[in-house]
């Protein structure tokens, strides 16, 4: 193999092809626009229909913190970085505090990461065919179900997303700057992009660090199996990007090692399988029925970087799959985190090989292969908007409609206080169980999150002194059996009340329990 002769990841084609050739500006721009267009019309349908969910309620909340609490005690018992918490307290001061409001910084971010990939291939010149596979590529993501979803949320993933896809763009154009004759001009530009993105996807997540992994393991295999020495220069160029992110990264370095020490007798309630790592699958294909379409396209990908851009295969082979199984095998051996959402950002890679597949089938296959992925993504899409999230606004305007005077409103676990305060302004007052968040310290079993304990049962004594001498109890609660895995507190009120009401919420519930009468 001429490594000299190798590709771009996205271009399989000469490196010579003029730019504008094939595709006019005016014409791949207006695409361009097109597409993203589209994407932003299909991220507005039900985002201020839903009710936000508890870590919706958490960013929320968390936004609200002065700044200074906000990095310096919140990290102790707060499992996430408080950069997302700040860019969404400053988004929060220019559109408010609304369920679309909190949003749309997600849906923006979403809307930039399906512009960025035919943008990049543009800015990088890497020729006409790379910007058709971009612009299908852009596509692809513009209806992914999973893309979609988390730009409706108030949560980073999005903006995660938006910094590992321009990660791993930089990444591949670093190592494409030594396999690739008279494309070193620009070298300096990819290592600074390189070091600021994966910083940033680190900052927006714990789990960043297993993206960095990922990115840097597969450059280095990358460079060293497809690429000719001297090998100095590349040493040089991959340490200094990955100093850079270092940098980028490092103010937050001393708050994850406290972090980690507060976390450490957390008993975590997901409960990993090797089986879960479809899961990450079903979030960068955009969901189950696109499970085998997208693996087929995204293998024929894979086959033509191993034929015309090895270096590439190995870079973003590493990308894909190290990440996933790294997070898996640490949650399988230390600490059970292994989320599917965690793997949002590795959705633009997927969309990108998936469209360098379909341009490797015959021609007369193309068309049909899009539109099945299309249509699949459709169904997917469809599947979203009917779907239910916890229902914490119509759950609590319920309470503040048909609560009485006199009654008493208990809650746990106690991180239950974001939704009710952000949800509920009138009404009666909330008693959280054991204690208003966060709770820390105590001498218990905390799940998940070290400002949320568990139900014990001294808690006993203090639901009846907040009972006493009220007819009607309402009691919230959310994953009950977790907190509260003995039923304590519904023991105790079901002795002296009866159960009247239940208000079903996807997830969580709310009961009303009314005190038995004598005779009755």
């Known amino acids: 193999m001429d490594i000299s002769s190798q590709q771009s990841p996205l271009t399989p084609f000469p490196a010579a092809a003029p730019v504008g050739r094939d595709v006019p500006q005016a014409r791949f721009w207006t695409l361009a626009l097109l597409v993203t267009g589209l994407a932003l019309l299909l991220r507005l349908p039900t985002l201020a229909g839903r009710s936000l969910w508890l870590d ?51 849906v923006l971010a979403s809307v930039l990461t399906v512009f960025a990939l035919p943008a990049c291939a543009r800015w990088a010149r890497l020729g006409t065919k790379a910007e058709r596979v971009a612009l299908l590529a852009a596509l692809f993501l513009a209806v992914n179900a999973a893309s979609i979803q988390y730009a409706q949320q108030a949560r980073p993933y999005a903006l995660q997303a938006l910094a590992g896809s321009l990660a791993v763009f930089f990444a591949s154009m670093l190592v494409l700057s030594f396999v690739r004759p008279g494309e070193d001009g620009r070298r300096w530009s990819w290592i600074i992009g390189l070091a600021v993105s994966a910083g940033l ?30 090998r100095r220069p590349q040493i040089l160029a991959v340490g ?37 790592i479809t899961a990450a699958w079903t979030v960068i294909s955009g969901g189950q029925v696109l499970h085998y379409p997208v693996a087929l396209l995204v293998l024929l990908g894979f086959a033509w970087l191993w034929k015309r851009a090895r270096a590439h295969f190995w870079l973003l082979a590493c990308v894909l799959a190290l990440p996933i199984l790294a997070l898996a095998g640490y949650s399988y051996f230390v600490k059970p985190v292994f989320l599917s959402r965690l793997f949002l950002w590795l959705g633009p890679l997927g969309m990108v090989l998936t469209a360098l597949g379909v341009a490797r089938l015959p021609s007369r296959w193309r068309l049909p292969a899009v539109a099945i992925v299309l249509a699949l993504s459709a169904y997917a899409v469809l599947g979203f908007y009917r779907s239910h999230t916890e229902d914490w606004r119509g759950m609590l305007a319920q309470v503040a409609r048909d609560s009485r005077p006199g009654d008493v409103v208990l809650a746990f676990p106690n991180e239950v206080q974001m939704p009710v305060t952000y949800y509920m302004k009138t009404g009666p007052a909330v008693a959280y169980l054991p204690g208003p968040f966060p709770a820390l310290h105590l001498p218990r079993t905390y799940t998940g999150n070290s400002g949320a304990p568990n139900i014990a049962p001294e808690d006993v004594a203090r639901i009846r ?11 919230i609660e959310r994953l009950a059996k977790l907190y509260d895995s003995d039923g304590i507190v519904m023991k105790e009120l079901g002795s002296r009340y009866r159960l009247v009401k239940t208000i079903e919420g996807n997830g969580a519930n709310i009961r009303l329990y009314e005190a038995v009468t004598p005779g009755r």
């Open 465 to 475: 002194a907040l009972t006493a001498r009220h007819p009607r109890v309402w009691l």
């Open 56 to 106: 919706e309620t958490y960013s929320a909340w968390f936004a609200a913190v002065p700044l200074h609490e906000l990095w310096t005690s919140v990290p102790l018992y707060e499992t996430h970085p408080p950069f997302y918490y700040t860019l969404l307290k400053g988004w929060i001061a220019l559109f408010g505090t609304h369920e679309a409001a909190l949003r749309s910084l997600s």
């Open 240 to 276: 200094l990007a990955g100093v850079g992110a270092l940098l980028v990264w490092s103010p937050f370095i001393p708050m994850l090692i406290r972090q980690n020490a507060a976390m450490a007798h957390l008993s975590y309630w997901i409960r990993f399988t090797p089986r879960n």
């Open 201 to 230: 996807t680190m900052w927006l997540h714990n789990t960043g660090v297993f993206a960095a992994l990922g990115l840097w393991t597969g450059m280095t295999v990358a460079l060293l199996a497809s690429t000719p020495g001297p």
